[in-house]
């Protein structure tokens, strides 16, 4: 588990499982997409995470329990849950261009 640390608010892990699909993301739209958008999406992707260190109640519950979700750009979907001590771990990147019966938390 990967662990970073926002300048306030709650402390953000990242599960192997979620490093691991962000990396094949990254990788897939490295030969798909232009330098330019793969810049957008890792901005936006900063900036969600930087809401959920803030309050990571603002986005809503999954149809799993205890996780919630956050779109990021309508491709992409972080599941995370709150842990104790101001911790959340981010469970998962899943890509929506893949088949959701795919998706593994």
């Known amino acids: 588990m990967h662990e970073k640390s926002m300048k306030s608010g709650y402390r953000i892990k990242w599960t192997d499982n979620a490093l691991s699909e962000l990396q094949n ?3 897939f739209l ?4 232009t330098e ?4 957008k999406l890792a901005k936006d ?5 930087e809401l959920i260190s803030e309050n990571p109640k603002i986005f809503p519950i999954s ?6 979700k956050a779109v990021v750009r309508k491709l992409n979907t972080i599941y995370y849950c709150e842990m104790k001590n101001e911790i959340v771990e981010i469970i998962s990147f899943f890509s929506n261009r893949q088949n959701p019966k795919k998706h593994r938390i």
Request: proline share 0%; net charge negative; aromatic share 10%.
């Open 25 to 27: 993301t990254f990788d």
């Open 36 to 39: 330019k958008e793969l810049k």
């Open 63 to 68: 149809d799993m329990k205890n996780v919630r």
């Open 30 to 33: 490295e030969e798909n997409w």
């Open 45 to 49: 992707l900063e900036k969600t995470i």
